[in-house]
């Protein structure tokens, strides 16, 4: 095998100073232990088991049992001497109902995390909401309603006032697109309903949760940084046709500005392709919205293709795809950078939360040699680089995933980690790309002086 390539130099010394490197997960996706100490089901564990919605029928019951191996993986994030751990918070774990009494008993295996990834000098970034709502909220009737927003308002200001001041980021929602149109109107993710409207009404909900989440964690005097995290992609019309320039900038519109533009500039894009607003809009509800953000979360994965060709006009995808099928296309993420950066005038500092790629992966004495893992690696902290140099503030990189997890609708198929799991002994391995990532952080470290 060729020797992976490092990163350059002029990479290196773009990102020596003001920038964290990290890994991410969520709760449902690696914890398992899902009745355990008092967790209560959310509606991603009704949505598993239920015949025909996740590939072989797949749940996240057990997944990484990361509940139970927690410190193993902690130790193994130090190992490859990560800053920053992104995790998320399983509010049934916490509040089995999302309404009424607290879980102690939930809310202590995050504390023990916390003060585990500190001992180890990890930075701990928490999200709120990574698509588990309590299934006894969706019997109330999930993000169609208004008092969910309140109820997600008392969580957050019940876990800043727990776990506040030992960590370094909240933020509020992961990707609240993939809720509202996945889960409202395409039915692929829990709860599984199929109403573009009521996925209009949704969006609208789980903005107005953050930003009345906001405004309680800071009554309650919480100085952590707070955020939210936005699935959003760079988006290439396939010709210079009207009509597909047409469909590029409706979907820019639906899927990047349709989250931006409520929270920095008071109101919900106006394109004539977009086919629903919300119905459930209340005077005032902008301006809780807008709540000012400490820093602004994004993920990246691939780039939007729009054709309204018949058959559609293919992406070149030069790079190839990932496992997913979704294009490598890296520059996507500089284009979507610096695009933000030239539309939205004063954003916050931006951490990339989320950034990786699917690949079937396998295990060979011992060993995972994942080169084109490595290789998309390399070319999207290049782009964040890229961008930096354009003026774009971006102070962190999570790589998406710590482990093989849960993906889903996917089951345990798709395989995102830098640590392969064997699923049916839990037995973890560094892949190739771990030990590059380990040693990128270091190189980087020393252009910094911090080796
Ligand atoms: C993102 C999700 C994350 C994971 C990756 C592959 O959309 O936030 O949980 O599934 O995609």
Known sequence: MNEPIALSAQT????????????????????????????????????????????????????????????????????????AYRFSISWSRVQPLGHGAWNDAGLAFYDRLVDGLLARGIQPSATLYHWDLPQGLQDRGGWASRDTCHRFADYAEHIARKLGDRLATISTHNEPWCTATLGHAWGKFAPGDKDEALAADVSHHLLLSHGLALQSMRAAGTRTPLGIVLNQSSVTAATDSPADVARAATEYASFVRWYMEPIFQGGYPQDAGIAHYPRNVQPGDFAIIGQPLDFLGLNYYTRIWASTATPPVPSPNALGVSDMGWEIYPQGLTELLTGLHKRYMGLPPIYLMENGMANADTLEDGRVHDAKRIDYMRRHIDAIARAREAGVDVRGFFYWSLLDNYEWDSGYDKRFGLVHVDYDTQQRTLKDSALWYRDAMASVRLEAGRG
């Open 12 to 83: 290196r010394a773009t990102l020596a100073r003001d920038f964290a490197w990290g890994v991410a997960t969520s709760a449902y996706q690696i914890e398992g232990a899902a009745a355990e100490d008092g967790r209560a089901p959310s509606i991603w564990d009704t949505f598993a088991h239920t015949p025909g919605k996740t590939v072989r029928g797949e749940t996240g019951d057990v997944a990484c049992d990361h509940y139970h191996r927690w410190q193993e993986d902690v130790a193994l994030m130090a190992e490859m001497g990560v800053d």
